[in-house]
């Protein structure tokens, strides 16, 4: 079957994220998206099994989610929160703060999951220069890390996790290895110690670095770091924009380390997966560097959109579906599935490792071969799924029924076997 008319005369003018644009597999059309499928323009529905960058927790079209945003429509789409303030966005700040340990109180709205992480690199920043330490400019970032896009959060990812690495833009980043055992806790206290009066912040993705592979840390490697910034005065920004909102298994990964951040920045599952919205939330002690009568110790930053009311409205539903149906629940059943249904993977010859956390389910390739030839068979085989790097990894959306799940686990063991006599 052709390609829909729109698909012919618009896609070659889309420049499309993270693509060779010249050898790119061609992008599936989709002409709609319900529950955990993706209904493409040939009449094919695919079951997902990436949930929209993980953004997608209740499934596509939820009617909660979609009559939030409707209601929301009518009354109010938008204005800006310079000078002026609305409902969804003052009641969503509010909610934020309840689900969050105590202090981090403090809610800066933004558009994407990097801004919100600009923010709070920001907010580190501006809190050394109020209090006086503006030599303190350095942050302490893990390998296998990834923060955003932005030029600022390039600096703090991992250039070797398969992003191009940016100009530093004067942020200088110290780039270690996640402390894992006891001497490497030892080391990192040490680098701490020894780099504090330069250092500003440490920056985390909470047991689990997403984009930069699905690397997966325990709670006592979470809390080595949070001890170690806490003993030395450096603050802590746990960069939740993936983990945030079940992934992980617990609402917040912190909480099963039971590390409170000094910022936290979510986006991703925000809203459901139904538009861009993020927040960097700051803890009282890193608010109140901010707050007094000088104007300069102001945190000067404002997106267009920041705290966009439909996108909040969305939020709201989103949390009320977490406080009204089982998510959490179907997270540990997802995450029981994919242990007992990914373990066969171990087997194929090129396959290094699994791993599962949450509703996150990896496979570690030994390397990085056919990636192309990948991407196009899974949705021959009626999911989609999309390596990067060299890892394949499920993050379905949690609402998946058994029978779909099994399908996509089914896919990605056929898939590999099939990949591995390549
Ligand atoms: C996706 C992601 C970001 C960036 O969010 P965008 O909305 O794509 O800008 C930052 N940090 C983490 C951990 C992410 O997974």
Redesign the pocket.
Known sequence: MNPPDWYVKGRPHLWLPYAQMKTAPAPLPVTAAHGCRLVLADGRDLVDGVAS??TACHGYAHPHLLAAVEAQLKVLPHVMLGGLVHEPAARLAGRLVKLLPPGLAHVFFA???????EVALKMALGYWRNLGHPERRRFVAFRH??????LG?MAVGDPGAGFQHGPSLGLETLRVDLPRTIAERAEFDHLLSSHRHELAAVIV?PLV???GGMKMHDAATLEAVARAAERHGVLLIA?????GFGRSGRLFACAEAEVIPDIV?L??ALTGGMM?L?AAIAGDRVYDAFYGDDFDLALMHGPTYMGNALACAAAHASLDLFETEPRLAQVAAIETHLNDALAPCRKIPGIAEVRVKGAIGAVQLTEMRHLDWLRRRFPETGVFVRPFGDVVYLTPPFVIAPDELAQLTEAVNRVLNEWSRL
Request: charged fraction near 20%.
């Open positions: 960058w993980w558009d994407s999951g990097s801004v919100a992480v890390g990834y923060h955003g896009d932005t959060t993705e670095q997403g984009a960069d939740e924009v993936m983990t920045c986006s991703k861009g993020a």
